[in-house]
Structures are given as C-alpha cells and as structure tokens.
C-alpha cells in the first residue's frame, strides 16, 4: 500500500527557506516517478519538481529553477524539496506524490499527473 506524508510546511518571510520532507512507504523510489506539486487557492494544482526512476533525471517548473532542489534519500525512502529564496507566490499547499499509474508527463505547460498516489499536504506561506 503506498503511502506518502509530506512535513515541513510553515511560513517564512520573503527571502527565506525551507525545506519539505515526504516519507513515503509501500514502494522504493526505483518504482515510480516521485515529486512535488502545489496548489495555491483558486488555482489549478501545479507541477513543481519531479524525479525519474529509471535514471534521476530532474524537472522543475520554470517559475522554481535556480531556487528550488528536490533529492531523495532512498535508505530512508524520503523526498525532499530544499525551497531558497521564496516568494510570496510561493504560497500554497504542497504535496509529495508518486506515479503510480504511469500517466505523468511534460508538456508545454509543464509537469502533469492525471493519475498518482497523494500524500496530505503541507502548507507554505510566504509573507512580503
């Protein structure tokens, strides 16, 4: 059964950091496509960062590049996402999720998962 827990949220002034962890059980990370989306209100969700299983390879959304880090420590089965210098659009609720059915994909508008296993969010608040 595959479960993911996403900690770390809080709020922080512009300028700061933080760093969101996600526990996942059930699977190894060699198993699926592992990231990060966010949705802030009256927004769609948002694909911020992901990794490839089969080679690690990296995504990032346009409006995260430079500032965000995602890793992952598979000893401990845990995600990361290391957020520098963050903003006040970067309010939103974060979740860690899985690909699970193997329907994510890139396009023009960036990461998209129609399909995944969820964890609960955490929410980030950014104050100006």
């Known amino acids: 059964d595959v479960q993911l827990q996403a900690s770390g949220g809080g709020l922080v002034q512009a300028g700061g950091s933080l760093r969101l962890s996600c526990a996942a059980s059930g699977f190894t990370f060699d198993d699926y496509n592992i990231g990060w989306f966010r949705q802030a209100p009256g927004k769609e969700r948002e694909g911020v960062s992901s990794v490839r299983s089969s080679d690690g390879s990296t995504y990032y959304a346009d409006s995260v590049k430079g500032r965000f880090t995602i890793s992952r420590d598979n000893a401990k089965n845990t995600l990361y996402l290391q957020m520098n210098s963050l903003k006040p659009e970067d309010t939103a609720v974060y979740y860690c999720?899985?690909?699970?059915?193997?329907?994510?994909?890139?396009?023009?508008?960036?990461?998209?998962?129609?399909?995944?296993?969820w964890g609960q969010g955490t929410q980030v608040t950014v104050s100006s």
């Open positions: 999720a899985a690909d699970v059915y193997g329907s994510w994909y890139i396009g023009g508008s960036g990461l998209k998962a129609p399909f995944g296993s």
